[in-house]
């Protein structure tokens, strides 16, 4: 069974640190590439990072540039974001998605966890 597992969501101040993760298992790790989605409260979903399947390139949304960091670990079946300087904006359900690096029509995505930035 594809199960994708995301954690480490939670209450934090303005300026603050949070380290998502997401625990995948059920499919080949190494062959998908990886990304992190945001949605907020009456938003659409929105793409936060995403990183190739061997981890070589990332990129980011413009929001977060400069302050969010994707990783990936082939031999844990783990991918991470570490979020720095956090911002109100930020707040919002955090789910992580696996797409097939060859065929972009095979996807699942895991069931979120929540960052919530508010002093």
């Known amino acids: 069974q594809v199960q994708l597992v995301e954690s480490g969501g939670g209450l934090v101040q303005p300026g603050g640190s949070l380290r998502l993760s997401c625990a995948t298992s059920g499919f080949t790790f190494r062959l998908y590439r990886m990304s992190w989605y945001c949605q907020a409260p009456g938003k659409e979903r929105e793409l936060v990072a995403v990183?190739?399947?061997?981890?070589?390139?990332?990129n980011y949304a413009d929001s977060v540039n400069d302050r969010f960091t994707i990783s990936r670990d082939n031999y844990k079946n783990m991918v991470y974001l570490q979020m720095n300087s956090l911002k109100p904006e930020d707040t919002g359900m955090y789910y992580c998605?696996?797409?097939?690096?060859?065929?972009?029509?095979?996807?699942?995505w895991g069931q979120g966890t929540q960052v919530t930035v508010s002093s």
């Open positions: 990183i190739s399947s061997a981890g070589g390139s990332t």
């Open positions: 998605k696996a797409e097939y690096a060859y065929d972009s029509r095979s996807e699942y």
